[in-house]
């Protein structure tokens, strides 16, 4: 259990950090995508946070460059159409 505690810190001391990287609307488009996409909302803040960390984030991310950093990461996933004969 103190290992979730652990990891639960963590995770809260990333999301600060990226969150002081992202502007108004971005971040609004974050607490959004967090609500339906929690999951997916913890990669992208992680992503960010990291890229902080290293230094490649010089200044805020705005809502273009934080869409555009989600369609990056769903690059990987393929789309299914089904179609009814």
Known sequence: MNEDNDQQKEIER????GKQYLDHEALTRYGTLKAAYPEKAL?????????AQM????????DKDFKEILKVMDEGKKEYKIKRI
Do not use: F
């Open 43 to 51: 990669k992208v803040i992680m992503y960010i946070a990291n890229m």
């Open 14 to 17: 990333l999301e600060q950090l």
């Open 55 to 62: 230094g490649k984030a010089q200044e805020k991310i705005n």
